[in-house]
């Protein structure tokens, strides 16, 4: 694995539970700006045993990426139920659950 991949899992593996991020987010944070479908190809591309919270990875308006309805859709939005993420119609509330919802609140008050 070389290390523009082993950059993208360690920061998927880093989304707290109960937390979600978009994949522009995780492209950013693994030092790799504008690369969102690069996450998305590399989710789809995860090493055999390799565990990863995939399901907390969104599109960046808080949209589950699979097809509604589909058998992964469902298993996404049962995962991040589970985990206490509120999903409404196949969206998460970014501004609620994102990874950095606690740091806006902090700084703009914005409501829970």
């Not at 978009?22 to 690069?38: D, E, Q, V, W």
């Not at 993420?85 to 509330?93: I, L, S, T, W």
């Amino acid at each position: 694995m070389d290390e523009v991949h082993a950059r993208v899992y360690a920061a998927i593996a880093a989304i707290p539970c109960g937390r979600v991020a978009s994949y522009g987010a995780i492209a950013a944070r693994a030092g790799l700006p504008g690369r969102a479908r690069l996450v998305g190809r590399l989710l789809g591309e995860t090493p055999a045993g390799m565990q990863l919270p995939w399901y907390r990875v969104l599109r960046a308006s808080g949209h589950v990426a699979l097809p509604p309805g589909s058998r992964g859709f469902r298993e996404q939005c049962r995962l991040l139920r589970a985990e206490g993420v509120e999903v409404k119609n196949g969206r998460v509330a970014l501004s609620s659950f994102g990874m950095d919802a606690d740091l806006d609140r902090a700084l703009w008050g914005m409501p829970d």
